[in-house]
Every structure is written in C-alpha cells, then in structure tokens.
C-alpha cells in the first residue's frame, strides 16, 4: 500500500512530494495557456529526481504550436488520450514530453493537422535490391572530405555513407586521410565512377 497525495496547492505540493516514486502532473490541460502561474511553477524544483508522468501534456507548454514559453514541467513520460496533439510531435515542446503513450479511447477524430514518420515508415521508403542489382544500380557514392587537419570528418562521411544502401563507396581524398579511411573501412575504393557526392566536409581550404 503506498500513499497518494492530491493537492491543487503549489506551495503544499512543494513541500509534500520528497519520498515519494512519481509524480502525476495535470495542473494544466490542454486547454491551457503556455507557461505556468507562480502557484504552480513552485513546484517545478521540487520535481527534480522524481519520475513524472503528465496527463495529455506536460504543464506549461503550448498544446497546439509545440513551443515553450515561461515555466513548464518536463515530464518522462506522457500519458495522452485519442490522438497526438502537436506539442507531442513538435520540438522543443516534445523533449518535454519524454516517452509518449497514446490510449484509444473510441474518440470519433477529424482529420489530421500533422503526419509524423514512425521507424516502419521510414523503413517502407528504402529501396530493395532486386537480384539482379549490382553496385551501379544501387548507386556508387563518392566521398571528398576530410583532411591532414581533420580526418574525422572523412572517417564520419565514409562511415555514413557505408551505412547507407549504396553500392559502393569511394573515397577521393588526401594520402594520409585515405589510409585511415582504408583502415576504417576496408570494403572502400579509390577514385571512379560516382553517382553521387559528399563534399566538403573537413576541408582545411
């Protein structure tokens, strides 16, 4: 059995949430205004290293345009009910959100004001190699960066770039460069044939 505590006093919530393993903020729905009212922004410190869990949004921040505007809780995670609101999609008002959970609670919704690409979007737009593909029909990316100043930023784009869907990589840079790279990245060639670029990154010009 563990004690739950209700106030809609700031100062009371203040000093009363020491101890305890969560916290459930709805101060403020969404309805709301943007930002917090002195009675209620009391309260932020005392949120610091406790759990907090917000009903629709966190509090404080603006539901419809995902900004941030005067006090706001931030929240580890959000608990919201028949859609996504913008200010779960849209920064900076989403990174206060934390993780999103959404409840289907049989709302009959308009249409949407916003599409937001989940993982298994992104992973049906990647084109598939067919079986008879070869590097050139995948697509052969070159890369010019990086340089004696920075070889980081050829070792970065290189790593990029093998990470991709590509066919092949290859590298058209400096000497020095190219054996760091060749050491990162054995599977990369030397100049050729490219289809498409990176460049610049790292130039010491």
């Known amino acids: 059995h563990r004690e739950v505590t209700r106030s809609g006093d700031g100062r009371r919530a203040a000093s ?66 028949g859609t996504h609101k913008p200010c779960h999609l849209a920064d900076p008002a989403a990174a206060a959100c934390g993780a999103i959970h959404l409840v289907d609670i049989g709302l009959d919704l308009p249409e949407a004001l916003l599409e937001a690409l989940q993982p298994s979007d992104v992973a049906a737009l990647l084109p598939r190699p067919v079986p008879d593909a070869h590097k050139y029909t995948r697509g052969v990316v070159g890369v010019r960066a990086g340089s004696a100043t920075y070889p980081g930023a050829a070792l970065l784009s290189v790593s990029g770039a093998a990470c991709g869907l590509a066919g092949m990589v290859r590298y058209d840079g400096d000497d020095p460069v190219l054996d760091l790279v060749r050491a990162a990245h054995p599977e990369v060639v030397g100049p050729g044939r490219v289809q498409a670029w990176v460049v610049g990154s790292g130039s010491a010009a």
Not at 40 to 62: M, Q
């Open 16 to 81: 009363s949430t020491c101890g305890y393993d969560v916290v459930v903020d709805g101060i403020v729905g969404i309805g709301g205004r943007p930002g917090l009212r002195p009675a209620a922004a009391a309260v932020l410190d005392a949120l610091a290293g406790i759990p907090v869990v917000a009903v629709d949004l966190p509090s404080g921040v603006d539901a419809d345009t995902g900004e941030l505007e005067g006090p706001h809780v931030t929240a580890d995670l959000t608990v919201t009910f």
